[in-house]
């Protein structure tokens, strides 16, 4: 399982998640997928956990970031490590975009 | 091993590599890591191969980029997959930044 080799920007898709937030699947296979995550003003990527290691970059905007109870606001340039199953969300201050990476790949944005 | 919950710019070092390449290190555990890597125009990372699966987001600048043979020119908001043991390089067309992540984490990049 894995993804073509170039992903182009304006020929890949957005999935509309509702509430201000979508996102494009980037490159994967079965141990690491990169996601780009768009996020309006005030939407909210609420407190959540997974089994997968998770290292993002903030590509664009500001987000009010919480992992493991602990909160920083993070801008263009940041970037955070979520542990396994440890809770972490964002609240977007700023519009902008995450650049998300799992590790294995995330199954469930594939099915 | 596991770096910390957050990564901020301005407090994190830019190791430089030479030939106008520079790299951060952000968040990474013993299956992933996220590295910021700055690219000079004319700069160029040559090809070589790793047993780590990496995909890569084009955060900013152009760069010719060739995998297993197969070579497209990415921009801004595009991003490349390249499967373990495959060859693949860039070449900087226009001064840019690539956000590099990789499974398992970059041992010798700690080291």
């Known amino acids: 399982m894995q993804s073509n080799l170039f992903q182009i920007d304006a020929e890949t898709p957005w999935q509309d998640l509702g509430n201000g937030i979508k996102r494009q699947i980037y490159g994967y296979d079965d141990v690491i997928m990169l ?3 768009k996020f309006e003003a005030e939407a909210i ?3 959540h956990e997974h089994h997968h290691s998770q290292v ?3 590509e664009s905007g500001v987000f009010e970031t919480s992992i493991d109870g602990k909160t920083e ?3 263009q340039g940041d ?5 396994p199953h440890k809770l ?3 609240v977007c201050k700023e519009a902008g975009m995450l ?3 799992f590790s294995p790949h995330r199954e469930d944005f594939l099915s």
Chains 1, 2 share one sequence.
Do not use: I, Q, S
């Not at 970037?79 to 542990?83: D, I, L, Q, S, V």
């Open 35 to 37: 996601v780009k995550v």
């Open 45 to 47: 990527g609420t407190l």
């Open 56 to 58: 993002t970059y903030v």
């Open 73 to 75: 606001t993070l801008k």
């Open 79 to 83: 970037g955070f490590y979520a542990p």
């Open 88 to 90: 972490h969300g964002v």
């Open 99 to 101: 650049v998300d990476v």
